[in-house]
């Protein structure tokens, strides 16, 4: 059964050609001499970005290669305009961060609802001869062609915006966390990789506040290397404020567990160790006090844990708390998105673009050269795109 949950997409965009003006001379019975009165060509259509808070995923785009503005209409007789090609807006989730597929550059971030960005700006429409009269040129017989469209594969990927991510090893409870704590229903049951796509789930506080957690599928040891899941999701807790560790309190040694887990994280994104971290020691259900008791002085010392029980909720009230308080501290604000928090060393074919910008010291390019662009009868379809 195919997953609703997309969070990769590959799209061929064009923005729309400006259209020629009109080079046309005025000749009629009653005014033989009218002179010119070519039009100018219309604007051909821009490709825009767009956030939009009603998707979560990249599903609406999974099937849609390629994504085509409207050429600008040609200049006519008695000076009309050509008309205004339609602009395509692209509504993403907010979260959404853009590369450009052939140079593996930053594009753009797609942050908010409501932001747009102009991926590929329309041609100009070119001038009719109207525009070039003059006293001593009164009958120009010359127009402008309208400016050439713009080109560029891009390649979409959606980070999902949360406070706190949950990280641990396959069946270490997190789902199951996820689903005491709020409403969200992700998979549940007594086996390995139960979780195969992220989820989100509001947590409620005192005085009707609340936060945002995510849940992804579990990591193992290896994952850097393409084990188990690899490293996939792991894009998704990027953005998270806070990372909450999970190990199950039946494991033989916790705190080799947890640094097997933070290993993985320095791999795949080294800047992911500065996020504040609190460890939940889980299934405490199956501990008695005395045995808790002496775990607590086998636990890292550079970390705060908490003992929680998902099943029973034991421990629950004050894992909130810690979180909360964790998440309003000073020290742990929500840091402003710029394009280097948003890089993604995924599969590792991106993993040096940090170098690169750094280098060049450019933050974003939102367009092509026009050298680069070529017309509509010589385009060639990537067949390589998904």
Same mark, same amino acid.
């Given at each position: 059964?195919?997953?609703?949950?997309?969070?990769?997409?590959?799209?061929?965009?064009?923005? $729309?050609?400006?259209?020629?003006?009109?080079?046309?001379?005025?000749?009629?019975?009653?005014?033989?001499?009218?002179?010119?009165?070519?039009?100018?060509?219309?604007?051909?259509?821009?490709?825009?970005?767009?956030?939009?808070?009603?998707?979560?995923?990249?599903?609406?785009?999974?099937?849609?290669?390629?994504?085509?503005?409207?050429?600008?209409?040609?200049?006519?007789?008695?000076?009309?305009? $050509?008309? !205004?090609?339609?602009?395509?807006?692209?509504?993403?989730?907010?979260?959404?961060?853009?590369?450009?597929?052939?140079?593996?550059?930053?594009?753009?971030?797609?942050?908010?609802?409501?932001?747009?960005?102009?991926?590929?700006?329309?041609?100009?429409?070119?001038?009719?001869?109207?525009?070039?009269?003059?006293?001593?040129?009164?009958?120009?017989?010359?127009?402008?062609?309208?400016?050439?469209?713009?080109?560029?594969t891009i390649i979409m990927e959606l980070k999902l915006l949360a406070d706190v991510g949950l990280v641990g090893f396959p069946n270490a409870g997190k789902s199951t966390l996820l689903s005491?704590?709020?409403?969200?229903?992700? !998979?549940?049951?007594?086996?390995?990789?139960?979780?195969?796509?992220?989820?989100?789930?509001?947590?409620?506080?005192?005085?009707?506040?609340?936060?945002?957690?995510?849940?992804?599928?579990?990591?193992?040891?290896?994952?850097?290397?393409? !084990?188990?899941?690899?490293?996939?999701?792991?894009?998704?807790?990027?953005?998270?404020?806070?990372?909450?560790?999970?190990?199950?309190?039946?494991?033989?040694?916790?705190?080799?567990?947890?640094?097997?887990?933070?290993?993985?994280?320095?791999?795949?994104?080294?800047?992911?160790?500065?996020?504040?971290?609190?460890?939940?020691?889980? !299934?405490?259900?199956?501990?008695?006090?005395?045995?808790?008791?002496?775990?607590?002085?086998?636990?890292?010392?550079?970390?705060?844990?908490?003992?929680?029980?998902?099943?029973?909720?034991?421990?629950?009230?004050?894992?909130?708390?810690?979180?909360?308080?964790?998440?309003?501290?000073?020290?742990?604000?929500?840091?402003?998105?710029?394009?280097?928090?948003?890089?993604?060393?995924?599969?590792?074919?991106?993993?040096?673009?940090?170098?690169?910008?750094?280098?060049?010291?450019?933050?974003?390019?939102?367009?092509?050269?026009?050298?680069?662009?070529?017309?509509?009868?010589?385009?060639?379809?990537?067949?390589?795109?998904?």
């Amino acid at each position: 059964m195919e997953s609703n949950f997309v969070d990769y997409v590959k799209i061929c965009c064009r923005s $729309g050609k400006g259209g020629r003006g009109s080079m046309h001379l005025r000749h009629v019975k009653y005014n033989p001499n009218g002179g010119p009165d070519g039009g100018d060509g219309g604007d051909g259509g821009s490709v825009f970005l767009r956030g939009n808070h009603n998707y979560w995923t990249l599903l609406h785009l999974k099937y849609q290669r390629h994504i085509f503005a409207q050429h600008g209409g040609n200049g006519g007789k008695d000076k009309c305009h $050509g008309t !205004k090609g339609k602009d395509e807006y692209i509504d993403v989730p907010c979260g959404t961060v853009v590369y450009n597929a052939e140079t593996g550059k930053f594009v753009c971030d797609i942050s908010y609802d409501g932001q747009v960005v102009c991926l590929l700006k329309g041609g100009r429409g070119g001038l009719g001869n109207f525009q070039f009269r003059s006293p001593t040129n009164q009958a120009p017989r010359y127009a402008q062609p309208g400016e050439p469209m713009q080109e560029m594969t891009i390649i979409m990927e959606l980070k999902l915006l949360a406070d706190v991510g949950l990280v641990g090893f396959p069946n270490a409870g997190k789902s199951t966390l996820l689903s005491s704590l709020s409403s969200a229903r992700p !998979k549940i049951a007594n086996y390995p990789f139960t979780t195969l796509e992220p989820s989100l789930g509001i947590v409620g506080y005192h005085d009707k506040q609340s936060f945002v957690m995510a849940d992804i599928p579990g990591i193992i040891e290896g994952a850097s290397e393409g !084990k188990g899941l690899g490293l996939r999701f792991l894009r998704h807790i990027e953005r998270n404020s806070l990372l909450l560790f999970m190990v199950p309190g039946d494991t033989d040694d916790i705190k080799h567990e947890y640094e097997v887990l933070l290993g993985e994280l320095e791999k795949f994104n080294p800047e992911m160790l500065d996020k504040h971290r609190v460890l939940a020691v889980t !299934k405490c259900d199956l501990l008695d006090e005395e045995l808790i008791e002496m775990l607590r002085e086998t636990l890292p010392d550079d970390v705060q844990t908490v003992f929680i029980s998902a099943v029973t909720g034991y421990g629950l009230e004050e894992l909130k708390n810690v979180l909360w308080k964790e998440l309003n501290s000073e020290s742990n604000k929500l840091q402003t998105i710029t394009a280097e928090d948003t890089l993604v060393h995924r599969d590792k074919d991106l993993g040096s673009l940090q170098v690169e910008m750094a280098a060049e010291g450019e933050d974003a390019i939102l367009f092509v050269d026009e050298d680069e662009v070529e017309d509509l009868d010589d385009f060639e379809y990537d067949e390589e795109l998904p």
